[in-house]
Nanobody
Framework: QVQLVESGGGLVQAGGSLRLSCAAS????????MGWFRQAPGKEREYVSG?????????YYADSVKGRFTISRDNAKNTVYLQMNSLKPEDTAVYYC????????????????WGQGTQVTVSS
């Protein structure tokens, strides 16, 4: 069982930055690929970024956030981060972290565990 708790959301002006954190319980965190998803009002949940497990972890970014967001993980702290820079109003959404045992996936149904979500609001 893995429990995920997100933090770091908030209200920021366009062009600003936020860093989201996702703290995971469980001793096998290192074996889980981690993903960040977001869901804006009236829209479907979308895959934002992901990072594989293990040494030399590979990362993925949606085109909409590439060059602005950076995902990283600290296995010693059982935490994954999403550094969000140059935020835009269209980044406004509830952001969720998710974990799946195995490789990265952009499909939310393939994730085994989810956090409760953290609201990010970007004002223009």
């Amino acid at each position: 069982q893995v429990q995920l708790v997100e933090s770091g959301g908030g209200l920021v002006q366009a062009g600003g930055s936020l860093r989201l954190s996702c703290a995971a319980s469980g001793r096998t965190f290192v074996s889980y690929a981690m993903g960040w998803f977001r869901q804006a009002p009236g829209k479907e949940r979308e895959y934002v970024s992901g990072i594989s497990w293990g040494r030399g972890a590979t990362t993925y970014y949606a085109d909409s956030v590439k060059g602005r967001f950076t995902i990283s993980r600290d296995n010693a702290k059982n935490t994954v981060y999403l550094q969000m820079n140059s935020l835009k109003p269209e980044d406004t959404a509830v952001y969720y972290c998710a974990a799946r045992f195995g490789g990265r996936s952009a499909v939310d149904a393939e994730y085994d565990y989810w956090g409760q979500g953290t609201q990010v609001t970007v004002s223009s």
